[in-house]
């Protein structure tokens, strides 16, 4: 996320919702990633939250008033418009959205946003009646059209008291959300591209089952590399903590079994299937309809072999579309992970150390080597899971062209 972020030059508008608070910590996430946030607030804005606040967090001056900037050229509003790698506003009240849809130039973010080419995402937040009227979703589809984007709103309890849709998005969505627009690489564009993410479930009972510790960090990281690369991104997801990222499809998963199933439905559509997954190798052959009793002093499962998901993708394979598997290991990794490469018929494997601490399950780290069919090895001493996922797509983006 940071190298995405890293030095580019965000106007982060504020407008006049409660949720106005929350783009406190939009702006201090966006400063942690290395953005540079210049904070611009409109009149009601500024009666909510303290410019102070966002000068605090962002160390630049924030603009409140239309004439302000003609004391400071560095904000005048059309060398802002240029020199913007993206322009956020949010919260976004209907008003803001109403002018940008319209045209309308009365105070100094509208200005700028009509004298901007920069990409520009709004994150809406307002009453649900103010959201679902047709004026609004007239409105949005109107910015749409003209390649603006949107993240949220969702549904929830909202300020005025109402529940309903309306309610600005969690700041970590917003954040994501902007990832493919600063991306400067679009090499994937109208590539799709496959993941499975996460642990399985293999049911023991309906309220017991056999699990392993993949958090589904390295299939979000993934994820949001082809995302960032411009690519439409669907995530066959198991169990995870890892939340999966904003504008991908994610199809949610339990048991191997499943997993497999919708691998097989979404395989030939894809251009690129990365098996992130810790797919469990064993299933319970009859798992019990009812609850298990404790009433016996052992109890034997019997265990049966699960279908190997990304070697029926590797012998799937149709021309021009590209495998790619892990190979989690505890020994030998090299050579395990070649003999897999073969066995599975992938493109690329990625050989990772398990079970230290600082590289394997749960972990925001990972050792690993990328093997290709030619024994070609990119060794990555420890890298995070964010640095892995841009070496493998500069591994794929080079293949596929
Ligand atoms: N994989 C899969 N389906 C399985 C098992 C594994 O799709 N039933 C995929 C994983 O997502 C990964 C690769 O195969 O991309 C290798 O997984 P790994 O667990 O390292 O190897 P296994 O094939 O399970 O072999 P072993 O457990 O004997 O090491």
Redesign the pocket.
Known sequence: MKRIFSNKEIVLGVTGSIAAYKACEIASRLVEYGARVLPVLTESAAELVGPASFEAITGRRAITGMFEPLQNPEIEHIAVATRAHLFLIAPATANVIAKAAHGIADDWLTTTLLATKAPILFAPAMNCNMYTHPATQENIKTLAGRGCRFVGPEEGRLACGFSGIGRMIDPATIIEACVPLLAPKKELAGKRVLI?SGANHEPIDPVRFIGNRSSGKMGRAIALEALARGAEVTIISGPSEARMPWGATVISVGS?GE??QA?EREAPKADVI????????YTVANPAADKIKRDQETLTLTLV?????????GAKKRPGQFV??????TENVIP??IA?LK??N?DL??ANLIGTSDSGFGTDTISASLITPDRHIEDLPLVTKDELANHLFNHIVAALA
């Open positions: 499975t191997a997993m497999a691998v990365i098996g992130a997954a810790a797919v469990a190798d072999q699960n279908p190997d998901i990304i070697a029926g993708a790619v598997g892990f190979a989690a290991e395990n992970a897999k066995r599975k992938l494997i990625v």
